[in-house]
């Protein structure tokens, strides 16, 4: 069973809520923060460790999760510090775009740039019915499948390698 972690602005909780339901039903193991901390836990002190754990991190993206620098939008500063303690686990990590927020290193948090500069979004902007969160599950479970994210995540890592031997750090970045 594969363990997902979803990043998440609250404002986005319906969109994920029907996500986790979708992903359930093609035997994802997901954790939500609102179902998975109790009350009284400290988010710091838990979050961490399912992050460490998950298979998959998925950084659900709209104007309220990673900002939008052109609308002076600021994203969640609680999943900029996921999507770093992302980078320094094994999980794969899928952005799911909501809205067009992500594009042009447009997100209000360099980390999160980062991120988008390496991967692929899913575009989940046009999910309204349960067909439709399936949908996007079933194409989370078929990048896995397929390992469809290996070949471009070490494409992309081998390419950073031989420009930061040339010297050229910028382009690296």
């Given at each position: 069973?594969?363990?997902?972690?979803?990043?998440?602005?609250?404002?986005?909780?319906?969109?994920?809520?029907?996500?986790?339901?979708?992903?359930?039903?093609?035997?994802?193991?997901?954790?939500?923060?609102?179902?998975?901390?109790?009350?009284?836990?400290?988010?710091?002190?838990?979050?961490?460790?399912?992050?460490?754990?998950?298979?998959?991190?998925l950084?659900?993206?709209?104007?309220?999760s990673?900002?939008d620098?052109?609308?002076n939008?600021?994203?969640?500063?609680?999943?900029?510090?996921?999507?770093?303690?992302a980078?320094?686990?094994?999980?794969?990590k899928?952005?799911?775009?909501?809205?067009?927020?992500?594009?042009?290193?447009?997100?209000?948090?360099?980390?999160?740039?980062?991120?988008?500069a390496l991967?692929?979004?899913?575009?989940?902007?046009?999910?309204?019915?349960?067909?439709?969160?399936?949908?996007?599950?079933?194409?989370?479970?078929?990048?896995?499948?397929?390992?469809?994210?290996?070949?471009?995540?070490?494409?992309?890592?081998?390419?950073?390698?031989?420009?930061?031997?040339k010297?050229?750090?910028?382009?690296?970045?």
């Amino acid at each position: 069973m594969n363990k997902v972690f979803v990043s998440y602005s609250s404002v986005d909780r319906p969109f994920v809520m029907e996500l986790k339901a979708a992903l359930e039903s093609f035997s994802f193991d997901v954790w939500v923060d609102k179902e998975s901390i109790l009350p009284g836990q400290y988010y710091a002190g838990v979050i961490p460790k399912p992050i460490r754990e998950a298979d998959v991190f998925l950084l659900v993206m709209s104007a309220s999760s990673i900002g939008d620098k052109k609308n002076n939008i600021v994203g969640s500063e609680e999943v900029a510090k996921e999507v770093v303690l992302a980078q320094h686990s094994s999980a794969i990590k899928i952005p799911i775009a909501l809205d067009d927020c992500w594009l042009k290193d447009n997100a209000t948090h360099d980390e999160i740039n980062y991120l988008l500069a390496l991967s692929q979004c899913l575009d989940a902007k046009y999910c309204e019915t349960t067909a439709d969160y399936c949908n996007v599950a079933l194409q989370i479970k078929n990048s896995l499948d397929n390992k469809s994210f290996v070949f471009s995540y070490i494409t992309t890592l081998k390419e950073i390698e031989r420009l930061l031997q040339k010297g050229e750090f910028c382009k690296a970045k």
